[in-house]
């Protein structure tokens, strides 16, 4: 499972304790034990001095705090870092668009720096100059013309994929596919193997779709690789639903 | 009347006659006599030597056919001018458009040069490299994006009309102002009168509008110039209609 990721790149130790702690312990309150953490950690494949190190730096930025609680520690995010999860989980973590989802085309008066960046930052993709298409849920610069999408052809719909990503949808599909075909094999996942492969489909796909705007559904191909492993994405988070923290330190004292 | 239009410019003798002909003679067996024809361009201010050579010229290029009858000259427009006539028309005679006509954006994939073509000769208008604006009725290229109008900013209209014509559609406006309020103060028109003033209107009109291709009312600017001619030219050959050939030939015999 680990080795279906490993390819990817961009692994980084406390980057993937992010992920870890967004999606298993975002809720107030939530906090992850130590042993439970080292567990994880080393079924990720992370030495436990790079945990520790990961774990310093995140305790320094501001994003986890640890306490002692008996003799174990155990480790949550802060205010702003359960923040800064809360804000990313919308898109980490919403349903595959609908493919007949509208969109719009929006026509700029001129080809001005202000308006891209407005535009841009509202979700709308460039084609040409003064030229971009969109969410229909998102504002039009006033004054510039916007008028609802129909039948995208085909070279429009690649126009609005992040071709920057290409490759690395490519390869997170592959990575999705093999480990759909591992899971066809395993009869049982306990809590600790729920919690590593949705911390490696959450970090592998938040690394991608976080860089880019979402695109509305009625402008997406559907064989676009983003797409497919979206698809995949949402499938396995259904099927291996977040565990339990309880059931999570049961396991790891099992283990 | 007459000087009204003088300042116009592009008064060229055999032009005009084309513009007389259209106007009075385009349907099949229609003559007008060489008297007739000859107190016409006189109101018009030509001078007879320049109709004679203007005459001449325009059989020699195949527009007009001349017939003696009697003692008396009988002109005509050929087929070919007739059919000429008759393809210029429904442009020159149509009805000023409902302002709230549809219209459409056409997004091509590509910037090519034929595709440019095609869609100019279709009555698209180019607002943008790839971005085009026209009627509803005119077919895109295949594989371009096609959506249908909306409330079109007042710079897209402004992008629309043909700004290389805009002092002359501005001077044509002044002149037909001019013609209506001698108008109102005209009581009696015979039907020379009305075959003289229709020949300046339908000929300063044809100078203009037949430049640059119909724009769809739902892209027009209410104030736009183009279409205020229109609305006036539309009025008067409405107040006054084409007169018969035979009331021609009775009023210029007693002339």
């Known amino acids: 499972m680990v080795a279906a990721f490993a390819a990817l790149g961009g692994q980084r130790v406390w980057s993937l304790m992010i992920s870890l702690f967004g999606d298993l312990a975002q809720g107030h309150g939530d906090a992850i034990d130590g042993p439970v953490l080292s567990t994880i950690m080393a079924a990720l494949g992370v030495r436990p001095e790079a945990s520790r190190v990961a774990l310093h730096r995140l305790r320094n930025d501001g994003w986890l705090q640890s306490r002692k609680v008996g003799r174990i520690s155990q480790h949550s995010l802060t205010a702003q870092g359960r923040a800064e999860s809360a804000a990313a989980s919308p898109r980490i973590y919403a349903a595959p668009p609908d493919l007949s989802e509208p969109w719009q085309m929006v026509l700029t008066e001129e080809n001005g720096r202000e308006t891209d960046k407005n535009l841009r930052a509202g979700g709308f993709v460039s084609v040409t100059p003064r030229v971009y298409i969109g969410p229909m849920g998102s504002t039009a610069p006033k004054g510039s013309l916007a008028l609802q999408g129909e039948a995208p052809p085909d070279w429009l719909r690649r126009a609005a994929e992040p071709v920057a990503l290409e490759a690395e949808y490519d390869a997170l599909l592959s990575a999705l596919m093999a480990v759909e075909q591992q899971m066809a094999r395993t009869s049982q996942m306990n809590a600790l193997d729920i919690a590593v492969l949705r911390c490696l489909i959450v970090h592998n796909w938040r690394r991608l779709v976080l860089k880019h705007p ?7 191909r559907r064989d676009w690789a983003g797409y497919q492993c979206h698809l995949r994405v949402d499938g396995l988070l259904r099927r291996y639903p977040r565990p ?12």
């Open 214 to 220: 979402a695109l509305p559904g009625g402008l997406m």
């Open 244 to 255: 339990a923290l309880q059931d999570l330190a049961a396991a790891s004292a099992v283990a």
